[in-house]
């Protein structure tokens, strides 16, 4: 009979087993682990419970963007404004 | 730690892997700069995966750890991956490293080209849970907090500043920028933004996320450090540049990121936060609202 932690690494062990065959799996293309489409004929079990499925998405009305303070400058009467600073992607 | 002080209260220094610029006029406390800078230098030694020592490396490795700030940003996280249908997703870690960002950018110049985009775990293998006083993780795999660490260090120096009795003030992250009230004239403080546009901005974040910086050699072609977290690769969108204005700079930052690497799932989560301006193709557009702030 298996002691406590005899027990205990078992179970360890079958975690970590698990774990690997099911990336092993995902990454043989067995079994799908993308959100809403993980999901086995077999069983019903979701691979992530923190976060939510992913929603269908519905893009927003977008509007031109504005001509730019340049090109407002050649064309239209010259605004000028010095701006405090730039935001650019680092 | 280099510092250079243009002035006595605007506050030049390097943290995070790139430029700061911090400015509260009529502050005549040198102190609360100094806490500023202090705030950058922690969030660079919490949440960077580069430094084996940082927290953000230690939950990796450990996949538990207790840390309220880093807690938080997780909480932030996972708020703004929910908000945005996925977009936004910080699990995109190993696939960051896998295309060939596996080590402090400036580092990268030194760094061989990868022979090719290696596979990284799907994001789904990986499990996060955040409570008050930590995170743990579950699964395969790791966190990237690079889409909203900045964001967030900007804002809990808008709240030190703020603290202190200040009201307009400017802290600019690396081009990540929150604005606090209005500039000398009395309005709100004039930010560059897009293609020449200028977005003038008070009490509000404004952030840059694009697919041409931070760009690297690899033999299958260019990669960049944007990954769309359906893929696990570099985006592949037709949206190359946003530009995100929301209430506070973990937002835009996190929002920024998130257009870029899935605008059909980041782009509607921003009309319910702030505005964004994009460029696609080549041509600059706007969502409904940015008018507020674009003049």
Redesign the interface.
Known sequence: MATTNERRALVNLSVVAG?AA??AA??AGIVQ???ER?RDADSPTT??????P?????????????A????QASSQAPRR?????????? | MATATTEPSTIAFRAMN??W?I?IPRCADPSLLAVAEATAWAAEAAFSRFRADSLLSRLNRDRQIASRSLADVVARA?AL??AT??AFDVRVGPAVAAAGYDRSFEQMVHHPPQLQLL?A??V??????ADREGVTLT??GGLDLGGIAKGWAIDRIAEAVEAAGYRDY?I?G????Y?GGR?ADGEA???????????FISDAA?????T???RWATATGEAHHLVDP?TGLPSAAAVT?A?VVAADATTADALATAIVAD???G??A??ALGGA??EQDG??????GM?RW?R
């Open positions: 774990s099911m990336f995902a990454w682990t993308d959100g993980y691979a992530v419970a923190a976060f939510a992913v929603q269908a998405a519905v893009i927003p009305d977008m509007t031109p963007a504005p730019s303070s340049e090109g404004v010095v701006v405090v600073r730039e935001s650019k992607a680092s | 790139t430029e610029w400015t996972l991956h929910e249908a996925g596979l775990p799907p789904e293998t990986l499990s996060v849970q699964g395969i400017v600019d690396g081009g990540d920028i604005a500039g403080w004039p930010i560059g933004v897009g293609d020449g546009l200028v977005a404004v952030a840059t996320s694009s041409e910086k931070r359906a540049n530009v605008p059909a799932r782009l509607p921003v009309v301006l994009i041509t600059w557009s706007m969502t409904r008018e674009i």
